[in-house]
């Protein structure tokens, strides 16, 4: 049975992860108006908001995982406060704000609404906040995070996500610049 945890913890992990970078860099997109165009269809939408939910569904079931699995060391305390682990504190702890911070942006986009713009725009923005944290917890306590291709994903998932930053970042000052 804790061989079954470690995979199911371990493989939701990476898929929350992948879900996560993909859920940034499609809302990124969605936001930008460097594509060309702005677009706005629904479906664009609706796919970067399904993108975030099935990450932060996917980091639940991984922190559940974890916690079900009694070799891990993970105590429940662990997964809710940052800092409290008795080993790996600091990767934990990168862990679990990544968690808040996917909470955050999908938890505030249903009453999107009841926020004013920069708040909402402020709150939502944390998952890019959260993404970088995931990433630095997949690198310091991932059990493949030493192989190749574990470090080649990371790097890639860094790349995409600051490039996509970069032309959205770049983007806003043109704008600041031609006004």
């Known amino acids: 049975m804790q061989d079954l945890m470690w995979y199911l913890s371990r493989s939701t992990g990476i898929v929350a992860g992948v879900l996560a970078v993909a859920a940034v860099v499609w809302g990124t997109l969605f936001s930008a108006r460097e594509t060309g165009q702005r677009l706005r269809p629904a479906w664009w939408l609706d796919l970067h908001n399904w993108l975030g939910g099935a990450a932060l569904a996917f980091t639940a079931i991984h922190i559940v995982a974890t916690l079900a699995n009694t070799s891990s060391g993970v105590r429940i305390v662990d997964a809710v406060v940052p800092g409290t682990a008795r080993s790996d504190a600091l990767a934990l702890a990168f862990g679990v704000i990544a968690t808040y911070t ?71 000052r043109d704008r600041r610049l031609q006004s």
């Open 102 to 172: 996917f909470a955050i942006a999908v938890f505030t986009s249903w009453p999107k609404r009841r926020f004013s713009r920069p708040l909402w725009r402020a709150l939502h923005l944390t998952s890019v906040a959260g993404v970088a944290a995931m990433l630095v917890h997949t690198y310091q306590l991932g059990s493949d995070a030493r192989s190749k291709p574990a470090q080649l994903a990371i790097a890639a998932s860094v790349g995409l996500s600051v490039y996509v930053l970069s032309i959205r970042l770049i983007g806003i």
